[in-house]
């Protein structure tokens, strides 16, 4: 466990959260879009827990963040989906191209 | 090489990969397929650094839920065999500019920082310990977050079901105005 450097378990985190960066920047799919957000609230996951295992180990506080952060992930993808639907019923298309009506 | 650090890095290369094939796959549903598999992978990350209790967690919510709902969405929303079309070139050019400068401009400095290693601690995650800390109302507590969160969770709840509920204009359109005009001709013909 400990002969694995923190750099490198971060080198992972950084990866994946530049992953779903990109993810975020090409797609033009809500539901893919959502994907990627995901994807980069899991990486801040790994970072948080990280910390918190080889920096503090004597406290929980990483764990707790990341404890509330899924559940705020829940949350965000549930009324983000019911958006989506939502979206499709009155557009019939759940790409973001299709959703000028708000812009400025 | 130790069999811990192959393990680590066997996880790193799987989630690495899927989660990059869950932003570059064409087809909808195997994209989502990618994503679930790169948050197991994530999950067993947390089991080798020994955190039973979140990757259960993360198992849970995001395997068994998040992706669940995911894929309900795409099934009702559109065709799942469909390919999506292509992403512009230079769209795909300057997001893997951004993202690649990005990485190597935050990993550059994650890596000159010198992260002071603690010897002679051990994270000790038992669920009790958890448990008595994120609901303990003393210093460390974490008693207020928690209700900030089921209120948060509430809240979503009620506005999932507000926003994914037909609106009154389509209903009465639909089913309210037309029923009864419809029924009342249909007696109407009736009587004569």
């Known amino acids: ?104 | 090489m130790t069999a811990s650090q192959v393990i680590f890095y066997i996880i790193s290369a799987f989630i690495l990969g899927t989660g990059l094939l869950a932003v570059t796959s064409r087809k909808i549903f195997r994209s989502a397929i990618w994503l679930l598999f790169s948050l197991i992978g994530i999950a067993g990350l947390f089991f080798w650094m020994q955190l039973d209790f979140i990757a259960a967690v993360q198992i849970i919510v995001y395997v068994g839920g998040i992706v669940v709902l995911i894929i309900f969405s795409i099934f009702l929303t559109q065709q799942a065999g469909n390919e999506m079309a292509k992403p512009v070139r230079s769209k795909v050019f300057f997001a893997s500019l951004i993202a690649l400068l990005g990485f190597i401009l935050t990993y550059t400095l994650m890596y000159k920082y010198n992260f002071l290693p603690v010897v002679n601690q051990t994270l000790n995650v038992n669920v009790s310990n958890i448990g008595i800390q994120l609901l303990s109302t003393t210093e460390h507590g974490y008693i207020l977050p928690f209700e900030v969160a089921s209120i948060l969770l509430l809240a979503a709840m009620i506005g999932c079901i507000v926003i994914a509920m037909k609106s009154p204009a389509t209903i009465g359109k639909a089913g309210r105005e037309n029923k009864p005009i419809h029924i009342k001709e249909e007696a109407a013909e009736n009587y004569k």
Do not use: C
Not at chain 1, 49 to 60: D, E, I, R, S, T
Not at chain 1, 76 to 84: D, G, L
């Open chain 1, 1 to 104: 466990m400990n002969d694995v450097p923190l750099t490198h378990i971060l080198f992972v985190s950084t990866a994946l959260f530049f992953i779903g960066v990109y993810g975020l920047f090409t797609r033009r799919n809500m539901i893919t879009m959502l994907m990627s957000i995901e994807l980069m609230l899991n990486s801040v996951n790994i970072n948080f827990v990280a910390f918190n295992k080889y920096l503090y180990p004597g406290q929980l506080n990483g764990i707790f963040f990341t404890i509330f952060i899924i559940t705020i992930a829940a949350a965000e993808a549930a009324v983000a989906i019911a958006i989506i639907i939502n979206f499709y019923r009155s557009h019939s298309s759940i790409d973001v191209e299709d959703a000028g009506e708000m812009k400025w």
